[in-house]
């Protein structure tokens, strides 16, 4: 299993704000779906910041989301490990395969994959 990024979710109404905010430190808009928009430097593409008003499909808006190239390997390893899946593994339309899991600090992980 390998890591491909890892993101910083920050959970605020000021979408709007945090674009005009990070252009200033150089990202640009990657994505926006409405609830979560995405912000990410033109030179290291990898190097992303995530802004979300609520979490579109799951019950809570993530702490760090982390890439990986296998998640349904490291989603087996972690049901094994007796971790807690706070959200199940699934397919969401934005093109990602995905899941949550708490880690020992308390904090939520999403952890996915592009398709």
């Known amino acids: 299993m390998a890591v491909r990024r890892v993101m910083p979710t920050f959970h605020s109404p000021a979408v709007?704000?945090?674009r005009a905010f990070y252009g200033l430190l150089g990202f640009e808009e990657v994505m926006n779906l409405?609830?979560?928009a995405t912000f990410a430097s033109p030179s290291q593409p990898a190097?992303?910041?995530?802004v979300l008003t609520h979490d579109e499909t799951a019950p809570v808006v993530p702490d760090v989301s982390v890439e990986v190239d296998d998640v349904d390997a490291v989603h087996a390893a972690v049901r094994e490990s007796g971790a807690?899946?706070?959200h199940p593994?699934?397919?969401e339309e934005w093109g990602v395969?995905?899941?949550f899991v708490r880690d020992p600090n308390g904090r939520v992980i999403n952890v996915l994959s592009h398709r």
Not at 47 to 50: E, V
């Open 97 to 99: 395969r995905r899941f």
């Open 89 to 91: 593994l699934r397919d």
């Open 47 to 50: 190097a992303q910041i995530s």
């Open 84 to 86: 807690e899946i706070v």
């Open 34 to 36: 409405g609830w979560i």
């Open 16 to 18: 709007e704000e945090s």
